[in-house]
């Protein structure tokens, strides 16, 4: 113990050391800290101007609109008053972050990165002349604030051949420059924003949710983990030998502690070395390749196989006698290696579900996978401490029996589903319709159909006995998988099956697009019941609507026919894109307007056809990496982080057009817009400020 004190210590002088460093290092100054470069646009008499500002990573400049009482120091934009323009509504910048920070006991409202601030006006000039303002901001990290800086700028504006007729010039003068609407176009614009920001107004923090439930999805793992046969007959003798194992009941109480700790420190001490090592980064983007879904759909094949009863997957005999070897020193030392024989002997049990965990927390990168095995060794480690600190709770758990073979053939059922899943990823990806909607459906039904029979009793593997009679538990689950079941059976005829939705691949990408006999939900196109017309250049997408797979040949038939256009960024093997194009897209209030007030562009990031070599290129993404770019799907990749710095999906974006970006009304994706009612209010937004509703 004297030891673990001692590196305890050290670790954290190392810590404290790195603070005093962060702290006085070297001075830093807003201008290295921020770069802002000024440009215009310019499309006759309207002009807007355009501050494309990056932030160093970790730092932050706040937001022009800051809550009440906040001591942070709002940016501004301003444009020196003159003569040759009128100013045309306020700030137009992207939708801040918003964090609470405790110990400010504040909202901070910034932006962060690589993003663009603009200033619309309009010129009164029919000469060219000089435009000049300022922008001043200030930026902030987690520990402090740095004094606000101005960057001055000036831009050349062309003249315009012939003033519009309806331009007061006279008030010029009397503008005030400011961040709040000078015109009744601004006004408008403003309520539009400002519907908008309410309806997107909580803060987005992607990655931590999706490591909490991770966190979740992984306890839960190992609560199942423990009432499999190589782990659950485990607990009462182990918890025994601690508790009644000596005289000293105190040190018995400690030891079964410190036991539960070391298979805790043993699991997450895995997660933590493939955080460090990078792997997690690696395979964050596994659900797109093809090659990896295909091993993975071997691997929990094979883990299906083993659950049922096909053979055993044992860790080699060797690894596990050297770790009993030790365990018998005793101390602290036997401790841990008494912990490490029971990971190491029961992962013919845990380690199907430990390589599901792994597969599926590799997808959201290596703070996932460090948070999924700290939640799974948690919950593995946990009860051997509680039941040692509460011996008589042992009398109230079931006792060992062929229940045991039931959750394991049960496991192994589940496996054999969801393998179907990364096949099925694999097939999307390569765009092979080899296992369309209604074959994975047959499989899933098949499987499930399976797994309620043996809950019954009535279908039997290799280590099952032939119950007596049904317990109540049993009888219960097994009448839910069988209601499952039949609740699959009509999407093999078309119908969306919005429960599962994000598993099976989408309605479009099957045999019968519109469903078998004219059961499916493809075939009411519209409220009116007419038939789309067919337009070149698309595809059948979701619900039944045609969609473009090409954002240039979207924007051309937008600009032709004069709608705006609604942006897709998804993706073949993106859960989230399925959830919302069948929960929500749906909806009345919603599926009108998609498919008659907008062009649709979906622009698939996985897709894998190869561009023509005349097309290949290496673009600079906004964090200064390089990417070359070979395949469609790279392509619309490439683009959205390049023109909205972001990677997820799904992601929408409102263009007006003419092709303009809509900024006032921001984004919409599964975070912030999965209620069907905000995801109709930003569509409607967008309508109002294209001027088509």
């Not at 070359?628 to 392509?635: D, H």
């Amino acid at each position: 113990m004297l030891k673990f004190k001692t590196v305890l210590l050290v670790l954290i002088s190392i810590l404290c050391l790195s603070n005093v460093q962060a702290q006085f290092g070297a001075i830093e100054l807003p201008e290295d800290i921020v770069k802002v470069k000024f440009s215009i646009e310019q499309k006759g008499e309207d002009v807007t101007v355009v501050a494309d500002v990056t932030t160093k990573k970790g730092w932050h400049i706040n937001a022009s609109k800051l809550p009440a009482g906040s001591f942070g120091i709002p940016t501004t934009f301003e444009l020196n008053k003159s003569k040759d323009f009128k100013l045309v509504g306020g700030i137009i910048e992207p939708k801040p972050i918003e964090h609470y920070d405790k110990m400010a006991d504040e909202t901070l409202v910034y932006h962060e990165g690589s993003f663009k601030i603009r200033r619309k006006i309009k010129v009164l000039s029919t000469s060219d002349f000089v435009l000049k303002g300022s922008f001043n901001y200030q930026t902030c990290n987690e520990v402090k604030c740095l004094p606000d800086y101005t960057y001055e700028f000036s831009l050349n504006v062309k003249g315009v051949e012939k003033l519009a007729e309806n331009v007061d010039t006279e008030e010029v003068d009397e503008t005030v420059i400011s961040d709040t609407a000078d015109t009744a176009l601004a006004d408008t614009s403003d309520k539009v924003t400002s519907e908008a920001a309410a309806i997107a107004k909580k803060p987005v923090e992607e990655e931590q949710k999706s490591n909490w439930v991770i966190f979740l999805l992984a306890f839960g793992s190992g609560l199942i983990a423990l009432v499999t046969p190589c782990v659950f007959p485990m607990i009462p003798m182990t918890v025994s030998f601690f508790t009644k194992g000596g005289t000293n009941r105190k040190k018995g109480l400690r030891d079964a502690i410190i036991y539960g700790l070391c298979i805790l420190g043993i699991y997450t001490g895995i997660g933590l070395i493939v955080k460090l090592t990078g792997t997690g980064d690696y395979l964050n983007n596994i659900s797109t390749n093809p090659v990896l879904n295909i091993i993975f759909f071997l691997i929990f094949f094979i883990f299906a196989l083993s659950f049922l009863g096909a053979f055993e997957i044992r860790m080699p005999s060797k690894l596990v006698n050297s770790a009993d070897a030790k365990a018998d020193k005793g101390g602290f030392i036997g401790i841990f290696f008494m912990a490490l024989v029971l990971v190491l002997v029961s992962f013919s049990c845990t380690g199907p579900i430990l390589g599901s965990l792994l597969i599926s927390a590799s997808t959201e990168g290596g703070n996932a996978i460090l948070a999924g095995m700290f939640g799974f060794g948690l919950a593995l480690g946990l009860p051997f401490a509680v039941f040692a600190a509460f011996p008589s709770l042992m009398e109230s758990l079931p006792k060992s029996g062929g229940w045991l073979n039931t959750v394991k053939v049960v496991l192994g059922l589940f496996e054999l589903a969801f393998a179907f899943k990364f096949l099925s990823n694999a097939d999307m990806a390569l765009q092979a319709h080899l296992l369309e909607r209604e074959l994975f459906l047959a499989i899933w039904i098949a499987v499930f159909g399976v797994m309620a029979l043996n809950l019954f009793g009535i279908v039997l593997f290799p280590h099952d006995d032939k119950p007596e009679r049904i317990g109540v538990g049993r009888g219960v689950f097994g009448t839910f998988v069988l209601m499952f079941v039949i609740y699959m059976i009509p999407g093999l005829f078309g119908h969306p099956l919005k429960i599962i939705s994000a598993f099976p691949p989408p309605l479009h990408y099957s045999e019968a697009p519109n469903g078998f006999m004219g059961g499916g939900n493809n075939m009411h196109v519209n409220s009116t019941d007419e038939k789309l017309t067919y337009i070149e250049g698309t595809h059948l997408g979701p619900q039944g609507i045609y969609v473009f797979h090409d954002l240039d040949k979207a924007k051309a038939y937008a600009k032709e026919v004069g709608k705006p256009l609604f942006v897709d960024f998804t993706g073949h093997n993106c859960v989230n894109c399925r959830k919302m194009e069948m929960s929500v897209w749906g909806e009345p209030g919603i599926l009108p307007m998609l498919r008659n007030d907008y062009v649709i562009a979906s622009l698939y990031v996985d897709e894998r056809t190869p561009l023509p070599k005349e097309e290949h290129k290496t673009v600079t993404y906004p964090d200064g990496s390089k990417r070359e770019i070979k395949t469609v799907g790279q392509k619309w990749m490439a683009e959205q982080i390049i023109s909205y710095h972001i990677a997820s999906q799904p992601y929408y974006r409102v263009l007006t057009p003419e092709g303009e970006d809509v900024e006032e009304i921001g984004s919409a994706s599964y975070e912030t817009h999965r209620d069907p009612k905000e995801f109709q209010k930003w569509l409607e937004s967008g309508l109002k400020l294209t001027g088509k509703k």
